[in-house]
């Protein structure tokens, strides 16, 4: 039941994704490996990364491993050339990235988290973000406002903060950040709070004075992790700033934050080479839950059109109620499952994620959608209209009668013909439930995987 729209934004690493897949193409039929065909498939690789925007020393670097261990390989007769270069090539974009997944360093009491990058890149969202997921994890969590130039910067933690459920220390009057800073940990102390994630100010470039200010923030802080704010969109500049700024705080790991913009998104991929820092977290979209912790081999995999079905079931753990599931479970068996069902099946899957972004994960999905973008509105109107029923007409679909879906068109803002179109949709699925059930099949229908 997604609707469909044209194309207007492509996800960071489509066209990457597409050039190297052509690229491998050059390779598909070949008996063998040799100098010549690999030689030709390398130079397609190197042309793709550096359109995406990957450093030249970077992509020069990579090809040059790509080739060399694949002419140092022996072609099994189950493995293709094809097959073989893109396992070389998903090996060499994991080490690129940094090999393996660096967790956030949380010790101390109070672990203090002090986050760093210039103004524009995401950084009061990624702190709110944290925030939430550390929350996630049962620990108590203080967001400190210390951004005291951006006029709007402490309201909106304090509006994250709201939204999230987690405490904001802010001094609007005070505008000494190291001061706010110092204060903040004496309540944190006071108040047992176990994280401190303190929003420092951004500016629109790398200043003296900025460097300062920070500096002096994580000389007194003495923060068990400093993150530095990255925005993905901004190309080659993104690298040099965070060269900069690691020449002067030598901060722990890098944030890739508005991963989901249109942007070509190669220099992502060099920062962890340049810095020689981790990648920890990437983030996209506006919502609190749209924060992944990062990990190499999986971003390799997606950037190769493998999907990533691990983070997916990840995902779906989030917000998978496992009472709440054995109880649809037996609904189910007995043919009881009606629109209250659906409505919740519906929200779970909305907190997952952008639904773009989660048909990327799924393999060979992202080639099939390619030339068509996901609408994730698509759910609003269906939202609307099972919430414009009344609780005995959710219970009980089948009373739903000519009068009654006229009403819950008016109520819902859309058409008679969205109504009917919808109720024959859960309809049919009711029938495919009942015919499973006949069969015995029952235990094999996807918890959330429903709605087509």
Known sequence: MHTFVPPNVS?????????????????????????INVASTVKEIRKALIEADVNYKVAKQITDNIKEKALGREVLISVSPGQLLVKITHEELTSLMGGEMKDINLKGDPAIVLIAGLQGSGKTTFSGKLANHIKKQGRKVLLVACDVY??????????????????????????????????????????????????????????????????????????SETLFVVDSMTGQDAVNTAKAFNDRIHFDGVVLTKLDGDTRGGAALSIRSVVNK???????????????????????????????????????????DEQQANLLNQK??????????????????????????????????GKMMKNIEIDDNAFVPIEAIIQSMTPEERRNPDILNGSRRKRIANGSGTSIQQVNNLIKQFEDMRKMIKMMNKKGGNKGIPKMGMFK
């Open 150 to 223: 951006r006029p709007a910067a402490v309201n909106q933690l304090k509006v994250l903060g709201e939204q999230i459920g987690v405490e904001v220390y802010a001094e609007p009057e005070n505008k000494n950040p190291l001061s706010i800073a110092k204060n903040a940990l004496k309540y944190a102390e006071t108040n047992h709070h176990k994280i401190v994630i303190v929003d420092t100010a951004g500016r629109l470039a790398v200043d003296e004075e900025m460097m300062n200010e920070i500096s002096e923030l994580k000389e007194m802080l003495k923060p």
């Open 278 to 320: 981790p990648i920890k977290f990437v983030s996209t979209g506006e919502k609190m839950e749209q924060l992944d912790v990062f990990h190499p081999d999986r971003m390799a995999q997606r950037i190769l059109g493998m999907g990533d079905v691990l983070t997916l079931v990840e995902k779906a753990q989030q917000v998978y």
């Open 332 to 365: 189910f068996r007995k043919n009881q499952f009606d629109f209250e069902d659906f409505l919740q099946q519906l929200q779970q899957i909305k907190k997952m994620g952008s639904l773009k972004d989660l048909m990327s994960m799924i393999p060979g999905a």
């Open 11 to 35: 996800s960071m690493f489509e066209n990457l994704s597409a050039k190297l897949e052509k690229a491998f193409k050059t390779l598909k039929g070949q008996g063998r490996i040799t100098e």
